[in-house]
């Protein structure tokens, strides 16, 4: 296998992250409003939470993609 | 044949007046001008609305809205104390929202203008990221001195912990800037190599035959979603980091 053709299938295998964060970004946002529907009262108060979680779940699938754009890039 | 797709080449930051001192290059380039564009949509925006009308025209209350937004945020996450801090979360809210909004706008179509994300560069985001941790790092040993310190050993932590706790909240503390910047950097980068590939499908699909008619209307539909979302990543882009700013500067003010 040649460099640039190892290139491509790492960076599309380092991509696979970003689906990850995908599945972590829903949970964030799934179990916030499955609470929030018992206890809407709560919600509002709750919401700096929310996306402090959601950034931090973000953020991994972010690095993924960084990840897979330097191998991609990479000489 | 279809042409390369060069994603990237959007990003390049091109010299508009070259200028050199010695060896530095301060040339004013595309970045510079799209951030003086950055600051005068700021300064109009904020100008038409603090007229201070009795009775608020649909401006002023926009202007009203995001100052509110702000306010209570810190108000929220810091408490009274946070008063302070608003103009600083204030300008850096605005002019992380009105750059990445300005990156979006579909200037292209106008031959020979196009628009620049200023925020898709870790100089600038980094930049950013620097600032606030400096600020909580002055203010945090302003307030407390070397109490600071304790931040990194949360109350009610057994002894046979400590060394372990604190390793753990170090590393987490210093890591700070760096997701800060590279978060926003990321996102808005990401957001442009995708709209960038999916409107060259759109074009190249249109150029390959039948099959590629139906790709390039698929695209087409995809990228008016895509745009969506963007807009909806550009606001919750600002508002993380700036929440993400209080939040560290809480920590420094009422330490845990």
Redesign the interface.
């Given at each position: 296998m040649d460099f640039a053709s190892a290139q491509v299938i790492g960076a599309g295998l380092a991509a696979i992250g970003v689906g990850a964060a995908a599945v972590g970004v829903g949970n964030v946002f799934g179990s916030f409003l499955e609470s929030a529907l018992r206890n809407p009262a709560a919600a509002d108060s709750q919401q700096g939470r929310l996306f402090i979680g959601f950034a931090a779940a973000e953020l991994l699938g972010l690095i993924a993609f960084a990840v897979a754009m330097i191998i991609l890039y990479a000489r | 044949m279809a042409a390369k797709i060069d994603p990237?080449h959007q990003f390049t930051v091109e010299p508009l007046v070259p200028l050199h001192i010695g060896k530095y290059d301060i040339s004013f380039t595309t970045s510079s001008l799209w951030l003086l564009v950055a600051l005068a949509v700021i300064f109009g925006f904020m100008a038409l609305g603090m007229r201070r009308e009795l009775v608020p025209g649909r401006w002023q209350v926009a202007v009203e809205g995001i100052t509110g937004f702000v306010d209570d945020?810190v108000r929220?996450?810091i408490g009274p104390e946070g008063k302070k801090y608003v103009p600083y979360i204030f300008s850096l809210f605005m002019f992380i929202l009105v750059s990445n909004l300005l990156g979006l706008l579909p200037l292209g179509v106008i031959p020979g203008l196009h628009s620049f994300t200023t925020t898709s560069h870790f100089s600038i985001t980094g930049v950013l990221a620097i600032l606030s941790f400096s600020i909580v790092l002055i203010v945090g040993f302003w307030r407390h001195k070397l109490h600071f310190f304790s931040l990194f050993v949360p109350h009610g932590t057994p002894a046979v912990m400590v060394p372990l706790i604190a390793a753990i909240e170090f590393i987490s503390f210093m890591v700070r800037p760096f997701?800060l910047g590279?978060?926003l950097f990321?996102?808005m980068?990401?957001g442009h190599i995708l709209m960038e590939v999916f409107g060259s499908f759109i074009v190249s699909g249109l150029n390959g035959g039948p099959v590629g008619i139906g790709v390039g209307v698929l695209s087409f539909l995809f990228i008016v979603g895509v745009a969506a979302l963007e807009l909806l990543v550009c606001a919750?882009q600002a508002?993380?980091f700036a929440?993400?700013t209080t939040?560290y500067l809480n920590d420094a003010i009422n330490l845990h």
């Open positions: - | 990237m945020m929220v996450n997701s590279l978060r990321v996102a980068i990401a919750i508002y993380v929440l993400l939040l």
